[in-house]
């Protein structure tokens, strides 16, 4: 079931939580740096757990992870490893903590070398997702087809984020996501 016929299904709660995400940020492009690793970091302590877990968590995730600054993340340290590692409001998972400083460090290069994460995910579309999950696998830390998948859809880079009869869909087509340019 996609994502926009889920969310007509959920209770009043579960809806207030999804909607404001599925209304004005799943399949919008990003074009700031710090919110497409921000968006990055969130899908992969998704894995293994529901998306609803993450958004109820996000505003502790920007509080703990520097407000998903780049190059505060690429400077932690063990000390901030063990400080994200004990607090409640995060995914406490060592792999997913060292995938997010990691792929920091690996942003901060690919900023060097293409001028920022945006440009050098435009350098490599359009792809297909398996050809995307190969680069993202040989490049990036902790991602997997499913990660890898919603995070381009998530960011306008692969289509299916919503449906043709989803209330959103045009609205979404009208940011030309990256997908519509071929």
Not at 9 to 16: G, L, P, Q, R
Not at 82 to 88: G, K, S, V, Y
Not at 125 to 142: A, N
Request: hydrophobic residues 35%; glycine residues 4%.
């Amino acid at each position: 079931m996609s994502y926009c016929r889920a969310i007509e299904t959920m209770s009043d709660e579960k809806k207030a939580i999804h909607q404001p995400y599925h209304d004005k940020a799943y399949g919008f492009p990003i074009h700031n740096d710090d919110e497409l690793f921000c968006r990055l970091i969130l899908e992969i302590n998704q894995a293994g757990l529901s998306w609803e877990t993450i958004l109820k968590k996000e505003q502790t995730f920007r509080k703990a992870y520097s407000n998903f600054n780049i190059k505060k993340v690429a400077a932690y340290k063990e000390k901030d490893i063990e400080r994200l590692l004990a607090d409640p409001g995060i995914i406490r998972n060592r792999l997913k903590v060292n995938a997010a400083i990691e792929n920091a460090k690996t942003i901060l290069q690919l900023q060097k070398e293409f001028g920022s994460f945006e440009k050098w995910l435009e350098h490599h579309h359009p792809k297909t997702k398996e050809e995307w999950v190969k680069l993202f696998k040989k490049t990036f830390r902790f991602t997997g087809g499913e990660i890898v998948n919603e995070f381009l859809m998530s960011i306008g880079y692969l289509p299916g984020a919503h449906t043709a009869d989803c209330k959103i869909y045009k609205k979404a087509l009208k940011e030309k996501p990256m997908w519509t340019r071929k």
